[in-house]
């Protein structure tokens, strides 16, 4: 069994994830969305949230 960090996990699978995005993941967010020149959707929740940053992680060249 391999062990996976909560920040490994997919994020439909976090117990959290149907919670409102945290005020990081939306200042971030919307930094990287202004960056792509994207809007970013309200009310988003922290699992939504996480997908887009990895989405506009990518467009932008932010990818980890």
Same mark, same amino acid.
């Given at each position: 069994m391999? @062990?996976? %960090?909560? /920040?490994? &996990?997919? +994020? %439909? @699978?976090?117990?959290?994830? #149907?919670? +409102? /995005?945290?005020?990081?993941?939306? %200042?971030?967010?919307?930094? !990287? =969305?202004g #960056? /792509? &020149? $994207?809007e970013?959707p @309200?009310?988003?929740?922290k /699992?939504? =949230? %996480?997908? &887009?940053? @990895? #989405? !506009?992680? $990518? &467009?932008?060249?932010?990818?980890?």
């Amino acid at each position: 069994m391999t @062990d996976q %960090s909560n /920040a490994e &996990k997919d +994020p %439909s @699978d976090w117990v959290t994830g #149907e919670e +409102p /995005a945290t005020g990081a993941q939306e %200042s971030y967010l919307h930094t !990287l =969305a202004g #960056e /792509a &020149k $994207e809007e970013v959707p @309200d009310g988003l929740t922290k /699992a939504e =949230a %996480s997908q &887009k940053i @990895d #989405e !506009l992680q $990518e &467009k932008t060249g932010r990818g980890q």
